[in-house]
């Protein structure tokens, strides 16, 4: 992902408007209802807080305030999204290429809810406790390791 984020596109935009298109498309974010919440805490809101300086430091979209207030805002959008999962490290790299990307604060939302509840993706799996789809996938890897190696 480093690779992809020191690339430099012109004036620090993102990605062009049709890789957004295509992004919108494919997770149907369109289709993404947030739910409404009357909760407006969760208690990893505090490390949230801390991880923002420390996601992608001395990226120049992340040296805007408010950038970084956005970024916060959807990663207590998505710990309320997923009270029981909330917050873990990781979900913010996600979120962050997706601003870096070009999102707004809304499509990044819908765009991070997406890939967690999708069909094909799945993506929660890989936060949830005791992270049943890295289990999976590593479970799958030694399966064919097993079968391919000499």
């Known amino acids: 992902m480093g690779c992809l984020l020191s690339q430099k596109k012109s004036e620090d935009k993102g990605n062009p408007q049709d890789f957004r298109i295509i992004w919108n498309k494919c997770l149907k974010i369109d289709t993404i209802a947030l739910n409404t919440h009357k909760k407006k805490y969760h208690p990893v809101f505090e490390q949230i807080t801390k991880d923002i300086d ?3 430091p001395g990226h120049p979209f992340f040296a805007d305030h408010k950038n970084k207030n956005m970024f916060e805002k959807i990663l207590r959008g998505f710990s309320l999204e997923f009270p029981k999962v909330g917050y873990t490290q ?18 990044a939302l819908k765009a991070l809810v997406s890939m967690c509840i999708h069909p094909e993706l799945m993506a929660i799996g890989l936060y949830e406790d005791e992270f049943p789809l890295c289990r999976l996938y590593c479970s799958l890897f030694w399966s064919l390791a097993k079968k391919h190696s000499p």
């Open 54 to 56: 420390r996601t992608f």
């Open 90 to 107: 990781g979900i913010n790299f996600l979120a962050g290429y997706l601003l870096v990307s070009g999102f707004n604060e809304s499509e």
